[in-house]
């Protein structure tokens, strides 16, 4: 088994009194992509959003690596090499696509080159002057995955990437994800599109009312698939 990147360990969230997460444990091996999976209100992004620091309410442990990541602020967290794909996009509407791509700062060595990043986004390439109210949902979304790849950071938290978009694009955006794993990024995945989620990860844990109920490898997920979609069913 991949020694781990992230280690997730009884964790409990709250937002104000609202409880969210209620025991929360998972872990994702170094290059592996592994998916959060269930329905809307599951608890899912809220996950990410506490690995990332931005719930500040919680207990347990959250381990990046060897180290102790709980309680540490966000912007320290991102300096430590993990970086955030809200499902929003959160694109800057006045600034062009380079000028959105140029925007976060570099943490580390050994993140993407513009030049490297266009190859893997021509269509970005296309767009680099276009503002972003100009943009598509499609890259939209191709340009928030893109924006984290110069930062170097090695973990990446997408949140709902395929949320919106039409077929074609989410296939683009499988393939992207498929490469960047081949590139030894690591990635956790939140996703309701299991059929893309199936083709990408390696493992899938199933989240219910902000705890994981389940766990199916990517070797187990044939003969699993009518356990996993009720579990989705709306």
């Known amino acids: 088994m991949n020694s781990a990147a992230l280690t997730v360990n009884d964790l409990h969230g709250w937002y104000g009194e609202s409880k969210a997460l209620h ?11 592994v998916t959060l999976l269930g329905r809307n209100g599951a608890g899912k992004t809220t996950t990410l959003r506490a690995v990332m620091g931005l719930l500040r309410r919680k207990t347990g442990e ?7 990541i709980t309680d540490r602020l966000p912007e320290y967290i991102a300096r430590r090499g993990i970086a955030y794909c809200p499902e929003e996009r959160s694109i800057f509407a006045s600034l062009t696509v380079e000028e959105n791509l140029l925007l976060p700062p570099v943490i580390a060595d050994g993140g993407m080159s513009v030049d490297d990043i266009y190859a893997l986004f021509p269509n970005l390439q296309e767009r680099r002057k276009s503002p972003g109210t100009r943009l598509s949902g499609g890259e939209q979304q191709m340009l928030a995955i893109a924006r984290i790849l110069r930062t170097g950071a090695t973990l990446l ?14 296939q683009q955006i499988g393939t992207v994800i498929g490469k960047l794993k081949q590139s030894g990024f690591t990635m956790l995945l939140v996703e309701q599109n299991f059929r893309f989620a199936s083709k990408l990860a390696d493992r899938h844990y199933v989240v219910e009312h902000g705890q994981v109920i389940d766990t199916v490898e990517a070797t187990d997920v ?3 698939i009518d356990r996993i979609q009720n579990y989705l069913k709306v």
Request: hydrophobic share 35%; charged share 30%.
């Open 23 to 33: 025991g929360m444990q998972f872990r994702v091996g170094r290059g592996e992509v």
């Open 157 to 170: 938290l997408l949140d709902e990437p395929t949320e919106g978009l039409a077929p074609v694009l989410i």
């Open 62 to 68: 959250i381990r990046y690596g060897d180290e102790e």
């Open 222 to 224: 044939a003969e699993n």
